[in-house]
């Protein structure tokens, strides 16, 4: 059975190059003491083979229609086999966070197979984490962004970890792949019943982007617009090769600050980048007179599915040249509070219609060769905020104790940040380019600092408030 990629999961296959994949890596470390016997490679596959009748997408391969006169089609692989997916790999010595890093930057360089399903999963052994002395073993999954969005891939991670009974992927019995006369057919078929909602959706975007134009009038502040800021030493075009680090900070510190400070957690993970990218910018002699612009992640659907991507982004201004961490944070608030009025007027799902109508050759053209070429970037760094698991996850009796996330980078935009929280840690990590961030651990280190700059700035006012006495303020 074929079924045609949309056009939203399609742009992440034709966005990706050799210097530029389009995965998104999950990192989770299990803490053996509990576990049901011994954690053998051998179980882990036979594990998956047990949950793989929950996870339909981990059997899908992209096949392109010839000409690239449509998108891809996900059909069944007649190949699939769990384990030609599954990789094992020992840790250096000792282990720590630093040797997990590195790895995890080195799976990030390589792009998944197109000749079968996109998704891999590394087991890893000789982990250490500070803190834990049981035998840990860790994990990452690496899935092709057209697969899932970070909702969709925790959605995957939760029906992976439920305890099942070993059945379902043998009563999978997939066909052949299509032929190139039925692609074609197909293709075409499905174009002229695209066709028909056109004219429908050229009304919907005039209609929004009058309510825009409105909301722009009548904003006190504006959020920023794509290709306008200046060029900083990480937003040079990209090599293939990668840096990774993560830092683990308090989740509830960041809510005490949310309250304190009247403001969203996103609002503070926006405001922490900031001033660790102000920081670090500074410290490499680089200007920090001008604004940055993030894109920040959205979905469009609430959870529950396990595949797919119904993700748009927001823009707004990291405001790298507010010295004053409280003023910093608040420029913010003020401006992301504008990107979501502007996303909301223009309706989260606009994009993700247009992208239906958009091909290969269009996506190549921009993302390969003009992108690299124009004096401003489109965006200078990705910002997400995963809310993860609230309750610690198991499987097979073993606990995770540890869990992080990051997406891609796209060209232009040599760093990503993203904020994943799993009970009562929020862990950013940090993707970079090698050669734009050569010194990731200084980017790692500002981010600790500028949350403490914040957590300091609520103690005071907390302390103004219950003293009677704001004159600081």
């Known amino acids: 059975m074929m079924r045609r990629m949309t056009g939203i999961d399609a742009s992440f296959l034709y966005m990706e190059a050799p210097n530029l994949p389009m995965h998104t890596l999950k990192l989770g470390i299990l803490d053996l003491a509990g576990a049901h016997g011994p954690f053998r490679f051998e179980r882990v596959i036979e594990t998956l083979r047990a949950h793989m009748h929950l996870l339909p ?44 890093d590195a790895l995890i930057a080195r799976i990030a360089e390589d792009l998944l197979d197109r000749s079968r399903p996109l998704w891999e999963l590394w087991m890893v052994e000789g982990v250490h984490v500070p803190g834990h002395g049981g035998p840990l073993i860790g994990f990452v999954t690496k899935v092709h962004h057209a697969v899932a969005d970070g909702v969709a891939a925790m959605e995957m991670l939760r029906r992976a970890m439920v305890a099942l009974p070993v059945d379902g992927v043998d009563r999978i019995a997939p ?7 039925q692609l074609l057919r197909t293709a075409l078929a499905d174009h002229l019943r695209q066709l028909t909602g056109l004219p429908a959706l050229l009304g919907h ?55 304190q400070l009247g403001c969203t957690i996103n609002d503070v993970v926006l405001a922490v980048v900031a001033g660790a990218l102000r920081s670090y910018l500074l410290g490499r002699g680089e200007s920090v007179d001008e ?55 223009l309706g989260g799902d606009l994009l993700e219609r247009w992208l ?6 269009p996506h190549r053209l921009l993302w390969h060769h003009i992108v690299p070429r124009l004096r401003h970037p489109p965006i200078h760094a990705v910002v997400s905020n995963v809310p993860g698991p609230r309750e610690p996850l198991t499987i097979e009796g073993a606990r995770l104790v540890h869990l992080a996330s990051i997406g891609p980078l796209i060209e232009g935009a040599g760093i990503n940040f993203t904020a994943w929280c799993y009970v009562d840690v929020l862990c950013v990590s940090v993707l970079t380019c090698a050669d734009a961030v050569p010194d990731l651990h200084v980017l790692t280190d500002a981010l600790r600092m500028a949350l403490g700059e914040l957590q300091a700035v609520s103690l005071r006012l907390e302390e103004g408030l219950s003293s009677g006495s704001l004159d600081s303020f």
């Open 291 to 345: 604004r940055l612009v993030a894109a920040v992640p959205a979905t469009t659907l609430p959870p529950g599915r396990a595949g797919g991507n119904h993700v748009t982004s927001m823009y707004t201004s990291l405001c790298i040249d507010i010295a004053d961490p409280l003023a910093r944070l608040r420029a913010i608030q003020r401006i992301t509070d504008n990107a979501k009025q502007r996303h909301e007027a």
């Open 175 to 181: 066909g052949p792949l299509p032929g190139r006369a």
């Open 57 to 100: 997408r981990l059997r899908w391969r992209a096949v392109p229609v010839p000409l690239g006169i449509h998108h891809p089609v996900w059909v069944e692989d007649p190949n699939f086999e769990v384990a030609a997916h599954v990789r094992r790999v020992t840790l250096p010595p000792p282990g720590g966070p630093m040797e997990f």
């Open 356 to 361: 239906e109508f958009t091909r290969l050759a």
């Open 205 to 259: 975007t005039a209609r929004a982007l009058m309510r825009v134009r409105s909301q722009r009038r009548s904003a006190e502040v504006r959020a920023p617009f794509l290709f306008t800021g200046p060029r900083t030493g990480f937003n040079q075009p990209l090599s293939r090769h990668r840096r990774f680090a993560r830092v683990e900070l308090s989740l509830k510190t960041f809510r005490e600050i949310k309250t």
